[in-house]
């Protein structure tokens, strides 16, 4: 009896220490490896047919305002000045860094890169315009009516001026009917300060505003 009871005992110990070492959980062995074949997270990759825009300043001045391009199906966008980059799988940020070092091939001091993905379904059906350079929140600001914008709204509309803001020589670019660009330079400070209403321009689709720096 006594050599029983030792089996008994030594059988007990041994089922323990096996139960012990059991999966813990629901999963069962197929769902475990239907997750280790996910596909890896793409969220943030430029695939083909990606709308992309790039504004880059350069000395004080902006060299390529909201540029568009779309990525192709080899992977590829095509830039003012530097050509065709491979962007195909590369995020926003990485494709950043790319652009900045073939434009800084160009330019003496480093040039200021604004680069980002579009989303065409927030286009306005009216059109709109670009406010790059020192304001809060640059980028796009749709046209409300297709009588167009002042340039007090389209300021206002792009989370107005920072602190660094230069507002008596903004530049206002339109590409005329003959496809050449026209510029012209405004003092908002005649808006803002003198109340002249003649000098808020009226803006129209495709117009492109920058505010430059102010040196202190």
């Excluded at 990759?45 to 504004?55: A, Y």
């Excluded at 590829?76 to 091939?105: D, H, Q, S």
Aim: proline fraction near 4%; charge should be negative; aromatic fraction near 6%.
């Amino acid at each position: 009896m006594p050599r029983f009871y030792e089996l008994g005992v030594l059988l007990g110990v041994v089922l323990a220490m096996l139960s012990g070492c059991t999966t813990t959980g629901t999963d069962s062995p197929s769902s475990f490896y239907e997750r280790s074949l996910e596909e890896p997270a793409i969220d943030n990759m430029l695939l083909t047919g990606d709308s992309l825009e790039l504004s880059v300043e350069a000395d004080g001045s902006m060299e390529v305002g909201m540029y568009r391009t779309k990525v192709d199906a080899r992977g590829i966008a095509t830039f003012p000045l530097v050509g065709e980059i491979k962007v195909g799988g590369m995020r926003l940020e990485e494709v950043r860094k790319v652009i900045a070092l073939k434009y800084g091939e160009y330019y003496v001091n480093p040039p200021v890169i604004m680069f980002s993905e579009v989303d065409e379904s927030e286009v306005s059906e009216w059109g709109q315009v670009r406010v790059l350079g020192r304001v809060n929140q640059p980028g796009l600001v749709p046209l409300m009516s297709s009588r167009g914008i002042n340039l007090s709204a389209a300021i206002q509309g792009a989370g107005g001026f920072s602190g660094s803001a230069k507002a008596s020589d903004i530049q206002v670019s339109r590409m005329s009917k003959d496809g050449k660009k026209v510029r012209v330079r405004v003092n908002f400070d005649e808006i803002g300060q003198l109340g002249n209403a003649d000098a808020d321009l009226k803006l129209i689709d495709g117009d492109i505003v920058y505010v430059p720096e102010r040196i202190f």
